[in-house]
């Protein structure tokens, strides 16, 4: 059978899609609670008194984001190592990753806590808030802070979760705690009026809650499994893995964050119209992220099942299914953004000004589903892979490699150099990891081919 008949089978396989939907979907709808969240919190605070309350939740708000987005290969590497056991049979090691993850989850936690004061005051004069809002912002971080471990919990326990191909059980681990924020943001801001102390407290008790609920679900699942009681040894080189991963993984998503703030700084620099018209137009990269994660999700855990498994086949119909999808996606988004871009930018913003300038670059926001898509779908099949040293390395060639020097040679364009430079950013990442892909697979490293 060639090539092209091969995908053509698996692209034509029921069975095949259901399994990517079935972890696909809830993760994309897990993804839209956590975003609906964010601007509920915007929204009761918004209603405040003075508008320093708002500013300060959102230099809190940033401050978290760059805190947590830094620990994110807690959930990824997580995902890729459970894969694997699961799809080996490996009752013992699905009790042992979740343990180990645990660990290494509590001892960054405790970090963060005993450099909490260094990390608010590093953070915020990092910011440049004004006085006020920057005092908002730390009684904020103040009380917030002490969730971190259920946070990071939560987080072992969402990656634990999609890793056995549990992803409805993880879309309510990520979607019921933000109905219980909401609805303690109400209660404690509105109906209590404690301010921006309440709404740092709703977030507390949300993180503590999470974790609970996570715990619940994931010893649900080892019971349903029979996987609840038995030895629960300490495999160092399973630990050595998983640390050597998570490392990977945090040193390509520290790479990611500067990207993006060098990419703000740089809009900054062309005056507060454009500073303003360029987030407007990453929200549309966000919506893209939205969808494009569930599908990057569904890869990881089918991908790493595969691998666990021995199981070719399945390793080569995941990727192609995956990839097909999130294909299409990309090309729906790109055709909604060119036909209602400047209805949506005018919905966001009610300034002539940024809404000229965010319509002048609106065609860098509809072409960029169509480049970035690759990075979601091949950053899904490397977790799956456990493959954190080529997901590093092809962080480090785009954005040190491509995008700076990039920018500096098309600065003279303006913004529109700008957002060139960027592209090229997802551009280099996407064709890195493919070539990165197309040499291990070539070689057997992924799954080997079997003897006939």
């Given at each position: 059978m060639s090539a092209t008949e091969s995908n053509r089978t698996r692209l034509s396989d029921p069975g095949a899609h259901r399994r990517l939907w079935r972890i696909a979907a809830p993760m994309m709808l897990s993804n839209v609670s956590i975003a609906v969240l964010g601007l509920v919190d915007t929204a009761v605070i918004g209603h405040l008194s003075d508008p320093s309350y708002l500013a300060g939740i959102a230099l809190a708000t940033v401050l978290f984001d760059f805190l947590y987005w830094g620990v994110t290969f807690l959930r990824m590497g997580t995902t890729g190592v459970t894969a694997q056991v699961?799809?080996?049979?490996?009752?013992?090691?699905?009790?042992?990753?979740?343990?180990?993850?645990?660990?290494?989850?509590?001892a960054l936690a405790l970090a963060m806590l005993v450099w909490r004061d260094e990390i608010s005051a590093f953070g915020l004069s990092l910011l440049g808030g004004g006085d006020?809002?920057?005092?908002?912002?730390?009684?904020?971080?103040a009380i917030k802070i002490w969730g971190a471990p259920g946070v990071l919990a939560t987080m072992v326990?969402?990656?634990?979760?999609i890793g056995v191909q549990n992803a409805r059980a993880a879309m309510t681990l990520a979607a019921v705690p933000c109905l219980l924020h909401a609805g303690l943001d109400i209660v404690l801001v509105v109906g209590l009026e404690l301010?921006?102390?309440?709404?740092?407290?709703?977030?507390?008790?949300?993180?503590?809650?999470?974790?609970l609920l996570g715990g619940v679900?994931?010893?649900r699942e080892l019971r349903r499994r029979g996987a609840l009681h038995g030895q629960l040894p300490w495999r160092f080189r399973d630990?050595?893995?998983?640390?050597?991963?998570?490392?990977?993984?945090?040193?390509?998503t520290l790479c990611l964050i500067a990207t993006f703030a060098y990419f703000t700084k740089q809009g900054a620099s062309q005056g507060d119209t454009v500073l303003a018209a360029n987030a407007i137009l990453l929200n549309f990269q966000?919506?893209?992220?939205?969808?494009?994660?569930?599908?990057?999700?569904?890869?990881?855990?089918?991908?790493?099942?595969?691998i666990g498994a021995r199981d070719r086949r399945a390793f080569i119909e995941s990727i192609v299914v995956?990839?097909?999808?999130?294909?299409?996606?990309?090309?729906?988004?790109?055709?909604?953004?060119?036909?209602?871009?400047?209805?949506?930018?005018?919905?966001?913003?009610?300034?002539?000004?940024?809404?000229?300038?965010?319509?002048?670059?609106?065609?860098?926001?509809?072409?960029?589903?169509?480049?970035?898509?690759?990075?979601?779908?091949?950053?899904?099949?490397?977790?799956?892979?456990?493959?954190?040293?080529?997901?590093?390395?092809?962080?480090?060639?785009?954005?040190?490699?491509?995008?700076?020097?990039?920018?500096?040679?098309?600065?003279?364009?303006?913004?529109?150099?700008?957002w060139g430079a960027f592209m090229l950013f997802f551009a280099a990442r996407g064709v890195s990891m493919g070539w990165y892909f197309f040499r291990i697979d070539r070689r057997g490293g992924f799954v080997p081919v079997p003897r006939r």
């Open positions: 699961h799809g080996g049979g490996d009752k013992v090691g699905l009790r042992t990753t979740l343990r180990d993850a645990l660990s290494v989850a509590l006020e809002s920057s005092a908002h912002a730390a009684r904020y971080y326990f969402i990656g634990w979760l301010g921006i102390e309440g709404a740092a407290w709703a977030a507390l008790t949300t993180a503590y809650c999470s974790a679900l994931v010893w630990l050595r893995k998983l640390l050597r991963l998570n490392g990977n993984i945090a040193l390509r966000m919506l893209t992220a939205l969808a494009l994660d569930g599908f990057a999700n569904a890869l990881e855990a089918l991908v790493g099942d595969a995956g990839s097909a999808w999130s294909g299409v996606f990309a090309i729906m988004f790109t055709l909604a953004y060119a036909v209602t871009g400047h209805g949506l930018i005018h919905a966001l913003t009610d300034l002539a000004g940024v809404r000229a300038a965010a319509g002048n670059y609106l065609v860098w926001a509809a072409v960029s589903p169509l480049i970035s898509v690759w990075c979601f779908v091949f950053d899904g099949i490397f977790i799956g892979a456990t493959r954190g040293a080529e997901m590093r390395n092809s962080m480090l060639v785009a954005s040190v490699g491509v995008f700076v020097p990039s920018w500096h040679v098309l600065q003279s364009f303006g913004n529109h150099g700008l």
